[in-house]
């Protein structure tokens, strides 16, 4: 599946570190959008694009910072994490919002030390 | 507020058994519900419903939708060790809202 691809796929880092995850969608797709899944919880939303613009910010941390440089690509940045910020964030796209399926990527596996 | 809730939370049976998976949901302005089998990391698609009463199929895979009553059902016939995996289930809106799933483990 190249549909969607995520780098890295694992990823640790310490408190005080700045990274960013990657998403890239070969799909031609307009939507795009961040997920958490932490253990025992359902998918979370994060974060949606469509045509590179934010339609919804559903009341993440700043911690977190979305950017989306155009349709295909869609970055997650992330500074001071806490340790229950460790989970799995899954990226998506769909040819738009509403009534679409999504496709996802592999995900990538953040634990924070 | 939306939700979606899933039951059973986990199942296990064993091969060539038949599953049924449930999803219920409470939505404002509900578009469409989605089925995703999730094995290691991605989920993937499985069924888009949108209209009550019509059976969607694939395989020995079928889902069916009741606006009426709110829920929807996933089954599986015939299990096979391949179909252990998380079920989730998900309303539509600007982007998904997923239950926590029902993790299924078939036993050869």
């Known amino acids: 599946e190249t549909g969607v691809t995520q780098t890295p796929r694992h990823l640790v880092m310490g408190m005080t570190n700045k990274k960013s995850l990657k998403c890239e969608q070969h799909?031609?797709?307009?939507?795009m959008y961040w997920y958490k899944q932490s253990a025992k919880k359902p998918l979370e939303l994060m974060f949606v694009?469509?045509?590179?613009?934010?339609?919804e910010n559903n009341s993440v941390p700043s911690r977190f910072s979305p950017e989306c440089p155009n349709s295909s690509h869609l970055f997650l940045h992330l500074h001071t994490l806490q340790p229950e910020d460790s989970a799995l964030y899954l990226c998506?796209?769909?040819?738009?919002?509403?009534?679409?399926?999504?496709?996802f990527g592999p995900g990538t596996r953040l634990t924070v030390t | 507020e939306d939700k979606v809730v899933q039951s059973p939370l986990s199942l296990v049976v064993h091969e060539g058994d038949t599953v049924t998976l449930n999803c219920s949901y409470e939505?404002?302005?509900?578009?469409?519900l989605l089925w995703y089998k999730q094995e290691k990391k991605a989920p993937t698609f499985l069924f888009m419903l949108?209209?009550?009463?019509i059976e969607k199929k694939s395989g020995r895979l079928s889902s069916i939708l009741d606006k009426k009553e709110l829920f929807s059902i996933l089954n599986i016939t015939a299990t096979q060790t391949g179909d252990s995996a998380v079920y989730l289930c998900?309303?539509?809106?600007?982007?998904?809202?997923f239950g926590k799933g029902t993790s299924l483990l078939v036993t050869p």
């Open positions: 694009y469509s045509l590179e613009e934010r339609v």
């Open positions: 998900a309303f539509s809106g600007y982007a998904l809202n």
């Open positions: 799909l031609g797709h307009n939507a």
């Open positions: 949108t209209s009550s009463g």
């Open positions: 939505v404002t302005n509900f578009r469409s």
């Open positions: 998506a796209s769909s040819p738009g919002t509403g009534t679409y399926e999504q496709y």
